[in-house]
């Protein structure tokens, strides 16, 4: 494993994170204690160190997992949430994003997680409007203060209507910044990579595999089940475009190297991403994540590269 330094936090994160939204439910399973359990107790004896949920993955479901699965060894992990979308049922949310109502956020992620400290808790994409809701980064300040949580952070949604959020990042006293990215998506690099670079703000890129797409293994008769997120789609011609978009980058994939891993990688060459955060549903699938910190394209030099 490869580490790097997650900006004016200073916290060591592994390139290669967990991204956990599938605990929740919402990604076509249902998961087990014992699966979990499985699968970050493997991905730690790899290395990975950092793990991301959020209190809308089912009504806090994948943090009370995520919680029992780390809690014998708690402070080798870097814990990353987030708050603004209380679940309300299957792909449902309602937004909160009053200092009272994260306030309570807080405690009940703190509770689900079995924890006395959130490591980064960040802004769940909402609105500009919802950014700047009167007293809510002064009520999140008051909680660094307190020691509930250590740093905080902003999870940019996929489509931002302005840069707002990431021009202020430093003002409200926010070290990281989640943001989809990957070979498909690309707009980050024109303007919040940039401005991560000059404020020292460290980058996680979700979505890494665009949706499971990049992993290959998709073709234009792919179908999901119900409670499976992909089936949520309005469009099916936006999927077969994804799977077109695919088949034309294929030829960048070096041969023997498998395409999610190649994938992972691509995304820790740029100098301003600290890690990826793919989700996983088996050990199998996080031990073939975990391989791609090995690629060439993972570079020892990187801006972020630390030690430990």
Same mark, same amino acid.
């Given at each position: 494993?490869?580490?790097?330094? /997650? =900006? ?9 994170? @967990?991204?956990?939204?599938?605990? +929740?439910?919402?990604? =076509? ?7 979990? &359990?499985? @699968? $970050?107790?493997?991905?730690?004896? $790899?290395?990975?160190? /950092? ?15 995520? +919680?029992?699965? @780390?809690?014998? &060894? ?12 209380? *679940? ?9 994003? &009053?200092?009272? +109502? ?17 490591? /980064? ?9 919802? *950014?700047?809701?009167?007293? %809510?980064?002064?009520? /999140? ?7 509930? @949580? ?5 999870? !940019? ?26 070979? %498909? ?18 980058? %996680? ?10 992993? =290959? ?6 179908? *999901? ?17 994804? !799977?077109?978009?695919?088949?034309? !980058? ?7 190297? #498998? ?17 990826? !955060? #793919? ?21 020892? &030099? ?7």
């Amino acid at each position: 494993m490869k580490y790097r330094r /997650l =900006g004016r936090t200073g916290m060591k994160a592994s390139v290669v994170g @967990i991204g956990t939204w599938q605990f +929740g439910g919402e990604w =076509g399973k249902d998961f087990a204690q014992a699966e979990v &359990d499985a @699968i $970050l107790g493997r991905a730690a004896e $790899l290395g990975v160190n /950092l793990v991301d949920t959020a209190e809308c993955y089912g009504d806090h479901l994948s943090e009370k997992l995520v +919680g029992r699965a @780390i809690e014998s &060894d708690r402070d080798r992990w870097i814990v990353a949430t987030k708050f603004g979308h209380r *679940f309300t049922g299957l792909f449902a949310r309602e937004d909160v994003y &009053d200092p009272d +109502g994260v306030q309570r956020q807080l405690e009940d992620s703190l509770r689900a997680l079995r924890t006395d400290r959130i490591d /980064l808790y960040q802004f769940h994409s909402g609105s500009d409007d919802l *950014f700047d809701t009167e007293g %809510l980064w002064e009520m /999140l300040s008051g909680q660094v203060k307190a020691g509930k @949580i250590r740093h905080l952070g902003i999870s !940019i949604t996929s489509k931002p209507r302005s840069t707002h959020q990431i021009d202020t990042a430093t003002q409200v006293g926010a070290g990281a910044v989640q943001v989809v990215y990957n070979r %498909l998506a690309r707009g980050p690099e024109e303007h919040v990579f940039k401005v991560c670079m000059e404020q020292n703000i460290g980058v %996680l890129a979700r979505v890494p595999l665009a949706s499971g797409f990049l992993s =290959g293994k998709y073709d234009k008769k792919a179908s *999901f089940n119900a409670n499976d997120v992909r089936a949520t789609w309005k469009d099916p011609a936006e999927r077969e475009a994804l !799977i077109d978009q695919v088949e034309q !980058i294929r030829p960048e994939v070096p041969e023997g190297v #498998p395409m999610a891993q190649w994938a992972l990688a691509w995304c820790l060459r740029h100098p301003a991403v600290t890690c990826v !955060i #793919p989700g996983c549903k088996t050990v199998q699938q996080a031990e073939s994540n975990v391989a791609a910190a090995l690629l060439d394209m993972v570079r020892d &030099d990187h801006p972020q590269a630390v030690r430990v």
